[in-house]
């Protein structure tokens, strides 16, 4: 298979480890006969300072020719923290995921047996936990007009869904749920917001489709306690982009690394492949950042392209090099391991499988 | 002091938690010398069986003539359980707030040596968490603007934000943060939301008037994975409205026991203090219930009047009950003390601390 694919590495450690994630693909091609080619880039705080613009126009239009997206990270402190920063990294990502169409946001969370010692929830609590959460990604308050007064002092930022936004991410979480255990439940706030309440009876008239999934609703605060008290309750969750947001980040670390958990963006024509992880500026360029949620969204752009076989390899790497413990200092802190090397073992060891 | 405390101890177990509380602060006034004046007045369920009003004119007057409010909890079966009834016990306490011009809503979060083994958490993430929430209560997108097209397919809700609105809750936080470990936290989500970009230009500009105090600035996602991953790095936290909602329920659960959580909605003519548990329906008149919430709401309103020592001397006596086992059977299910027993223990200590 030939894909052509786009890497838009950004800022922080972004780079650093999607540079594993392109030497694993690179192994896999290798062996397995493919032909991956790469085209890197500029995004986040890095294009702003290139160019101005946290998304380029031709880093966008390279994205739109290429068959799928490599996405590393992006932030940088200067434009974070002054709230006079007119163009900010974040809107690269949020432009780009608008641009492609990206509308749901994939996150699975899995307790792995491995590194339940290291889950900040006690054992009995995380034992057994298995879900994925489907958050809408382009619409919502992140993406409705906000308005700011001439004098500065009066801000609003605008919280809008139409049916039709709501409906073709709850068809994909009641297909997921089917493959699962067909049991789905829609996080919203539907005793106090509108939009909740529209997602609510869109999403109830949807599920009369999938009767074989049971349907359940559980307002924002609530499901922000339940991931603490009872993660393993949850099969797919479904939510608005803000409420996606918190809660799957929450959902994150529940796990015990999230040096380890990759995403996927998808959208009718296009889909993106990221860690979860962010830019992480204090570790930049210190070879020390994990590369394995990077190159386990590899793994899954395989996955997505229907190369089961190929994901499975690098899946089975990742797999021996925890095993090994060829792991960088955030899963063991006497590991004396880099980023590079723990890419070198995955991509060595894919190689040299057969 | 003087201070004329309204005592507004509703439904369910609110009058038998109430009344532990009442003695608490009795047990104080006799030994640091202040009159303590309780002025008891329906609200609730109970309210609306004797008058038709869940606030009674002369139960809101009766708080706006006192120095603060003591409130119990509100809810009956008999009114949450029927759709069709008109009048709700809940509509008194959101009238309530409303009149009183409660902005804020603060929730200390402290994990008791005691209950850790009870915390879903590990004991090394918990141990040390003392933190205290300060949530903006009446304004944000809960009381935006809601809109629904005519054709039902199109919902929003308005999130906004004036700079006196920030401006009012962040001075109460940093006086908090003063008489505490001198750090705030301020959640927000300024990277996408102008409203997030407002509260922290505001935030900003009020901490230089608080330069004992360390500012710093947290994503409202990071915040979700930080409250489970290390609570204990947060002094005083504030945040907009909805934010609030989430983390402080999220934080609710870390502790291991929300029978000690108590409360404070606080504006500036008012202040009103309450534990965050319900009215508990089922466990009315069995003399069970935890009263430790109440009675630490109690100490709650002796710091708003800067009676620091004496509100240390109740969270002492707390402290004691716990560690000598003289608790309610939801905090240990062996034990065989009642509502009021507990209550008599906290008192009695402090009558006999000296
Ligand atoms: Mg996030
Ligand atoms: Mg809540």
Chains 1, 2 share one sequence.
Request: hydrophobic fraction near 40%.
């Amino acid at each position: 298979m030939n894909l052509d694919i786009a890497v838009l590495s950004g800022d922080g450690i972004g780079p650093e480890v999607t540079k594993q994630a392109i030497k694993t693909l690179k192994a896999v091609g290798e062996v397995y006969n493919h032909t991956f080619t790469f085209k890197e880039a500029p995004v986040g705080a890095i294009a702003i300072d290139q160019t101005g613009d946290p998304l380029p126009e031709k880093t966008l239009q390279l994205c739109l020719d290429s068959d799928a997206v490599l996405f590393g990270a992006i932030g940088h402190p200067k434009y974070d923290n002054d709230p006079s920063a007119k163009v900010r990294p974040e809107q690269g990502l949020l432009k780009l995921r608008k641009s492609l169409g990206l509308f749901t946001n994939i996150r699975p969370i899995k307790a792995f047996p491995t590194l339940i010692e290291k889950s900040p929830l006690k054992e009995e609590r995380i034992l057994g936990t298995d879900l994925t959460i489907y958050r809408e990604l382009t619409g919502g308050i992140y993406f409705g007009e906000k308005k700011l007064n001439k004098e500065g002092s009066v801000a609003s930022d605008l919280c809008e869904y139409s049916d039709y936004e709501i409906e073709r991410i709850a068809h994909l979480a009641f297909k997921a749920a089917r493959t699962r255990r067909k049991k789905l439940t829609l996080v919203d706030k539907a005793n106090v917001l509108e939009t909740s309440r529209l997602w609510r009876k869109v999403v109830t008239n949807i599920g009369k489709s999938y009767a074989d999934v049971e349907l359940d609703f559980l307002f924002v605060d609530n499901a922000a306690m339940q991931m603490i008290l009872n993660p393993s309750q949850f099969d797919v969750i479904l939510t608005e982009n803000m409420f996606g947001d918190i809660i799957s980040d929450e959902g994150s670390v529940i796990g015990g690394s999230i040096g380890l958990l990759a995403s996927a963006s998808v959208g009718d024509e296009n889909a993106m492949f990221e860690p979860i992880h962010g830019s992480f500026p204090q570790a930049t360029g210190k070879n020390i950042a994990n590369p394995i949620a990077s190159i386990l969204s590899a793994a899954m752009l395989l996955e997505h392209f229907k190369l089961f076989e190929e994901a499975k390899a690098i899946n089975k790497a990742v797999e021996k090099a925890l095993e090994m413990n060829v792991v960088t200092p955030d899963i063991d802190a006497d590991s004396k391991k880099t980023t590079s090397e723990v890419g070198n073992f995955i991509a060595d060891y894919i190689a040299n499988a057969e």
